[in-house]
């Protein structure tokens, strides 16, 4: 009998792998489909579409795509990015842990309503805010400029600041009145032991607010007019073009390229992005 039972086991965990082990397959082919495009002719991405292994190698689809267009190397759409991106996570983190740790450690007259409404913000569509965000750029001349896409970030982020809010609720109050004890005010209590602390949670929203940004198309194509300002994102849409013969191979290449930043970011910090929402989830 234990051996049968064993032996069930056994066969569930086999089916159980096996299942697993395909359905990655099927969420990874679209990556593994874009990597080996990158890889062949543009006449054989359409003509053998279905096939992972290229005929015939051609890596010139990298140095070509690398090379740019307009005369800009694809160097300067990457330096863009990064400018974007880390200044974008630098704002985030500052901004929402300060007003995360407001919330969370510091009484203040109607707290519990101006949380709610931080809260409400969520709930507003991005097209809602799109135009009156505009006309305001516009209006101050920040139109054609990273600044709209890096200065609201040190405005903070509203499920940014849940987050972190949910992750100092679950610190114990007890520290903060040692430090009082200690001499301590509430700065000193934030910078010496709270930030210490908040260290997987700052890893966490770091990491998202990097994929958002790095993926980010939209923001890009309405604020930059300037192609020396594109992004990555935006750099690789204007591969495309309807009115002349577009790249693909080329504009697969980079598109390969834009990934590694991303992948490299998820297998360095994935313990914490893990730590992160776990202790944020259960604590609070």
């Known amino acids: 009998m234990n051996s049968s039972a064993k032996t069930i086991r056994q066969s569930g965990r086999i089916v159980v792998h096996v299942f697993v082990t395909l359905f990655a397959f099927v969420m990874i082919y679209p990556v593994l489909w874009m990597l080996s495009s990158s890889l062949k002719d543009t006449t054989e991405i359409f003509t053998h579409a279905h096939q992972?292994?290229?005929?015939?190698?051609?890596?010139?689809?990298?140095?070509?795509?690398?090379?740019?267009?307009?005369?800009?190397?694809?160097?300067?759409?990457?330096?863009?990015?990064?400018?974007?991106?880390?200044?974008?996570?630098?704002?985030?983190?500052?901004?929402?842990?300060?007003?995360a740790y407001g919330f969370a450690r510091i009484r203040f007259k109607w707290a519990p309503f101006w949380f709610g409404c931080m809260m409400l913000t969520m709930m507003l569509p991005g097209e809602v805010l799109m135009i009156p965000q505009y006309i305001f750029f516009h209006k101050i001349g920040w139109i054609n400029t990273f600044l709209p896409l890096i200065v609201p970030a040190f405005f903070g982020g509203a499920f940014f600041i849940f987050l972190t809010t949910q992750f100092l609720r679950g610190i114990p109050k007890e520290l903060d009145e040692s430090a009082y004890i200690d001499g301590c005010d509430k700065y000193q209590i934030f910078i010496r032991i709270m930030v210490p602390l908040l260290v997987p949670a700052i890893i966490t929203v770091s990491i998202f607010k990097f994929y958002w940004t790095w993926d980010d198309f939209f923001s890009p194509l309405l604020y930059l007019n300037s192609p020396k300002l594109a992004t990555v994102s935006l750099a690789i849409k204007n591969f495309s073009d309807p009115t002349m013969k577009t790249d693909w191979g080329a504009m697969f290449a980079m598109s390969i390229l834009s990934l590694v930043p991303i992948v490299v970011v998820f297998f360095v910090f994935q313990k914490y992005i893990v730590e992160g929402i776990s202790t944020t989830g259960l604590k609070g």
């Open 52 to 99: 992972l292994i290229p005929l015939k190698w051609n890596f010139d689809n990298y140095v070509n795509g690398f090379k740019g267009f307009a005369g800009i190397s694809f160097s300067v759409f990457f330096k863009n990015s990064f400018i974007i991106t880390i200044l974008s996570v630098i704002g985030t983190v500052i901004s929402s842990t300060m007003v």
